[in-house]
C-alpha cells in the first residue's frame, strides 16, 4: 500500500516548456487534489476532483490544467511554465465520506528559470 | 484577509514546555477543523481532528470555540521531535476542501 505516489520529485524547467506532474493513489478514495506551498503563503489550493469525471478551481488555478484520468489517477499540467510557477507542489486524495483526512503525496519540487 | 490564520512563530521553547498554537477562522460555514504537522520538507500529516467539546490525544489537546471562531492546540511536555511547523485546517465547499493556514513553526530545545 504506497499511499499517494507524485512523480517526479524535482524538475528543473525554461520559462515557457510544458510539463505534467503525476499522482496515483492506491486507498480508493473519491477525492483527488494540487497544492502548491510557497514560503509565507501555506499551502493553496490549485485545482481539485471531488469524484472520478469532475474538476474544480480552487484558490489558484490560472496557468494549469488538470485531467483526472480514472480513480486512481489525477494529472497536473503546466502548459506554458513561468518563473511564478516555482514551487513545492503536492497532491492529496481524500475518502470524500467519513474522517475527511487528506493523504499527502512527498511532493514535487519545481524551478523554473 | 486570509481564511484561517495563524501566527507564523518561529516558538521557541525548552524541552518539557507547555506550548500553545491559536488560530483564527473567518469562515462561520466551516464544518470540520484539524491540525496537521509539516516537518521540514516533508509533506503535511494528520495530527488530530478538532471537536467543539475540546479532545485529548497523548500530550495534544486541541480545542474549538464557535462562538469566536477560533482554535487551539496545546502541546504538553514539548520533545525535541516536536519541532516541526503546525497547520491549522478548516473544512470548506460542502465537505470538499480543505484550507491551510500558513502555519505556525515550533522549534523544541534542549
Known amino acids: 500500500n504506497a499511499g499517494v505516489t507524485q512523480t517526479p520529485k524535482f524538475q528543473v524547467l525554461k520559462t515557457g516548456q510544458s510539463m505534467t506532474l503525476q499522482c496515483a493513489q492506491d486507498?480508493?478514495?473519491?477525492?483527488m487534489y494540487w497544492y502548491r506551498q510557497d514560503p509565507g503563503m501555506g499551502l493553496r489550493l490549485i485545482y481539485y476532483?471531488?469524484?472520478?469525471?469532475?474538476?474544480d478551481k480552487g484558490e489558484v488555478p490560472n496557468g494549469y490544467n488538470v485531467s483526472r484520468l480514472n480513480k486512481r489517477e489525477f494529472s497536473l499540467r503546466l502548459e506554458s511554465a513561468a518563473p511564478s510557477q516555482t514551487s513545492v507542489y503536492f497532491c492529496?486524495?481524500?475518502?470524500?465520506?467519513?474522517?475527511?483526512?487528506?493523504?499527502f503525496g512527498p511532493g514535487t519540487r519545481l524551478t523554473v528559470l | 484577509r486570509k481564511e484561517v490564520e495563524q501566527d507564523p512563530g518561529p516558538f521557541n521553547v525548552p524541552e518539557g514546555a507547555t506550548v500553545a498554537f491559536n488560530c483564527t477562522y473567518s469562515?462561520?460555514?466551516?464544518?470540520?477543523f484539524f491540525w496537521y504537522r509539516q516537518d521540514c520538507r516533508k509533506e503535511p500529516k494528520l495530527l488530530m481532528s478538532?471537536?467543539?467539546s475540546g479532545n485529548e490525544d497523548g500530550r495534544f489537546t486541541a480545542q474549538l470555540n464557535r462562538a469566536s471562531q477560533y482554535i487551539s492546540l496545546l502541546i504538553r511536555d514539548s520533545k525535541l521531535s516536536d519541532s516541526a511547523t503546525y497547520l491549522c485546517?478548516?473544512?470548506?465547499?460542502?465537505?470538499?476542501?480543505?484550507?491551510f493556514g500558513t502555519g505556525t513553526q515550533l522549534k523544541v530545545e534542549l
Open positions: 492529496a486524495s481524500m475518502t470524500g465520506t467519513g474522517t475527511n483526512e487528506q493523504f
Open positions: 486507498m480508493n478514495h473519491n477525492s
Open positions: 478538532v471537536y467543539s
Open positions: 485546517v478548516a473544512l470548506t465547499g460542502g465537505g470538499n476542501k480543505l484550507t
Open positions: 476532483s471531488a469524484s472520478e469525471g469532475t474538476t
Open positions: 469562515n462561520s460555514a466551516s464544518q470540520s
